[in-house]
């Protein structure tokens, strides 16, 4: 009886907890189909060759993240089909038609740059193509399964199996086909969107209508941007938050590139326990020490911007080491070689040779420090005296009034201009994030 109480209790709490952790977000799918026929009761004397495809459309993803746990849907254009030969002819049979996968998610978080999940769930097919001399079902019922890669909360890269649960056409003569696809997608999710159209509403109507576009009676122009910029004392906040976000990331960079190179030119047990404590610092989380760093802070004085930036080095060290050292091992050491032939101290073949070839790894690692810290508000307002100092994030908190009153519509204002600055840099950027990663994935 005491284990039924106990485990009602706790599905109690996660229930009461889901409403306020729950996340709704949009975005845009495609992909491609792989499709390829399964027949039966149908003497195969021909040849059964993939059918390539395509698919995409909008979707939608509900997310708890307190249980890790997702409910994705989409509304896809997708075209599948078949392909057969024969020695005397070649045939193709092809099914456009709408595409809704509904998927359960579990969510696996390797911290806020990247994850995995796992997925399944129905899927519902409707074909409008034409006629074809082939008798092909209007409707099916198959099923999803499948696992995939989220980078940033945002890019979603995974692959699926769809199992149909009934046939896709009946052939002349008693046969019967399925058609089994294969699904290589790509999401990208913009609860951005949402943030930039209730922006322009008026406060009564924010929560009311969250997803409604801004008619005449809704819209207020540029105001919530002005409340926004006077009340949070936003280009202040502002100027703390790149001055703390470009340093930062400036020492992580210098630092961890010359720690990444020593650790791989020298090994000893001193280099090899300093590797792994920078891979220990990746799995701990920062709720376990965040209240014995705060006080450490404030008696070492570094409760300021510049202190600031020691105590991110330390964050941020474990990724970057990780990184730059799978793209050390890829460097001969020939080349460093040579440099000490004509007269190089380590420091000048570091800076004048090493650190060049590093350039990919050195965007990529930059990308992604620049994102956690200047979206961060946990660690700057633990840490910071935000009597005298304000982030963006800390200034933005100050939009909320007593008895838990928010003046929604200032916040969506300051929320946008606090992320195109970091949207900006990220589009500017994006293109060596692969590569860096790559490079710095294999040992050449």
Known sequence: MKKIFGALLIAVCIGMAMPAQAQIHFGVKGGLNLSKASFSNVKENFKKDNFTGFFIGPMAEFNIPIVGLGVDAALLFAQRGIKVSDADADVTVKQNGIDIPVNLKYNIGLGSLAGIYLAAGPDFYFDFEKKTGIDKKKAEVGINVGAGLKLLNHLQVGANYNIPLGDTADIDGGGSYKTKTWQVSVAYIFPILLVLINSFKKKAYISRYPFAIPTDKMFVGLENYVNGLTK?????????????????????LLCTSMCAWYINRVTNTLTKTMYMLCLF?????????????????????????????????????????????????????????????????????????????????????????TMWIWNDYLLPYLVLDIKKYKTISIAIQYLKGGYGTIDMGAMMGVLVLSIIPIIAFYLACQKYIIEGVVAGAVKG
């Open 232 to 252: 949070t004392g936003f280009f202040q906040a502002f100027g703390w938050t790149l001055f703390i976000t470009v340093f930062s990331v400036a020492v992580i």
């Open 281 to 369: 610092s990746m799995v701990v989380p920062f709720q376990m020490v965040m209240f014995t760093l705060s006080k450490i802070a404030n008696i070492l004085k570094l409760n300021t911007p510049w202190g600031l930036i020691i105590i991110y080095l330390g964050y941020g060290a474990g990724l970057a080491v990780f990184m730059f050292s799978g793209f050390v091992k890829s460097i001969p050491i020939e080349i460093e070689e040579a440099a000490m032939i004509d007269g190089c101290t380590p420091i000048q073949t570091f800076f004048k040779v090493v650190l060049p070839v590093m350039k990919p790894t050195c965007v990529t690692v930059a990308i992604l420090e």
